[in-house]
């Protein structure tokens, strides 16, 4: 899943400015299980915004709203009836959610208030993980499942490097040496041949470092 | 035991205070409560086995929250006592209300009259 942190109410309320009229827009996917921007947080930082604004005496509307998904233009259509009524959309959906809410409101305000920071998993309840980096060209298969790009601190092809020590990276001591997990992973699994290979520099092409990306099926199209 | 304690402490019974959640608390700060504290069983004794612990927990969270919008973490606390330490429940009673009078009404408040 997508992975995020809340931003600092501080924050939150700098880039609102004087604006009093929000519509605080949750999404129901990948933010909800990382507790970031479902309707809980929603109601969570909406009420953080309606107890500070009666504190300082203000006039405000605060909306709370939750969409199945920020990332689909059909479930952003259903704010169109009332988005209208809003000085400003506060989306708490990954940077991609944001991103598409601010395009299909064109002339609102549409401000993020999570930073979206990795894809991951559920290490334990109330624990997340990075795992992948979206390289474009999966290595999974020569690197016992374990990967390198995303968990390694240097994204190093053919590891370790001399940071590694008691299979923690130099980085610090909570953070596992990728490398130390590959091999580990590779004896477990018998294919300890697969360490003698040496994995050639890698197409980043495939990745970010190859500009925007953009995935189009045919056969699914309308 | 008739023990008495402060009046303007209102009890809301709950089955097990891991039953608390972030937002139960702040939707009591924002009907206009000046403080709020989760009374739960001994740390080791619950009968769901983490559930004041979880409170604790979630307790210290909405202190932060309070903190960002500027109420103040001190006005919400979580005590510890068992079913049979009604004394020790008085007595938080006594020290939290003691607390919040030392605090002053929530800033959410001062818009609307009080009665005197
Ligand atoms: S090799 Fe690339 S696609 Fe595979 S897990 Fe790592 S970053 Fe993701
Ligand atoms: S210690 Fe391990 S994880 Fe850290 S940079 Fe070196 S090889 Fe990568």
């Known amino acids: 899943m997508i992975v995020g942190n809340r931003k600092d109410f501080k924050e939150i309320l700098e880039k609102l400015g004087s604006r009093r009229r929000v519509l605080v827009l949750g999404c129901n996917e990948c933010v909800t299980v990382c507790g970031v921007g479902g309707e809980r947080e929603v109601g969570v930082l909406s009420a953080e915004l309606r107890l500070y604004w009666k504190k300082e005496g203000e006039t405000f509307e605060v909306r709370e709203h939750t969409l199945e998904r920020q990332c689909d233009y059909e479930y952003i259509d259903q704010i169109r009836g009332f988005a209208d009524e809003y000085d400003v959309i506060l989306s708490m959906a990954c940077g991609a959610g944001v991103q598409y809410v601010a395009e299909a409101y064109k002339t609102k305000l549409v401000l993020p208030a999570v930073n979206t920071t990795f894809l991951g998993v559920t290490i334990e309840q109330g624990v997340w993980s990075e795992r992948c980096q979206g390289c474009g060209n999966c290595i999974l298969d020569m690197t016992g499942g374990i990967c390198p790009i995303a968990r390694c601190s240097k994204s190093l092809l053919n590891g370790p490097c001399g940071g590694s020590s008691g299979g923690k990276c130099e980085i610090d001591n909570e953070t596992d040496c990728a490398w130390q997990l590959i091999v580990d992973r590779l004896k477990e699994s018998g294919q300890m041949e697969r360490y003698e290979e040496i994995l050639p520099v890698k197409d980043w092409r495939t990745g970010r470092e190859g500009g925007p990306r953009k995935r189009v099926r045919e056969d699914l199209r309308l | ?116």
Not at chain 2, 36 to 58: D, K, Q, W
Not at chain 2, 63 to 82: A, D, I, P, Q, T
Not at chain 2, 83 to 108: D, N, Y
């Open chain 2, 1 to 116: 035991m008739r023990l008495s304690y402060p009046s303007n402490v209102k009890v809301v019974k709950l089955p097990c205070t891991g039953r608390v959640d972030v937002l139960l608390i702040l939707r009591a700060f924002e009907s206009g409560v000046d403080g709020v504290y989760v009374a739960g069983c001994m740390e080791g004794e619950c009968h769901f086995l983490r559930g004041n612990l979880r409170a604790r927990r979630r307790v210290e969270y909405v202190k932060g929250l309070l903190e960002e919008v500027g109420l103040g973490g001190g006005r919400v606390e979580m005590f510890n006592m068992s079913a049979s330490q009604g004394q020790l429940f008085a007595q938080f009673a006594r020290e939290m209300t003691e607390r919040i009078r030392s605090l002053g009404p929530s800033p959410v408040n001062k818009n609307v009259k009080r009665e005197a």
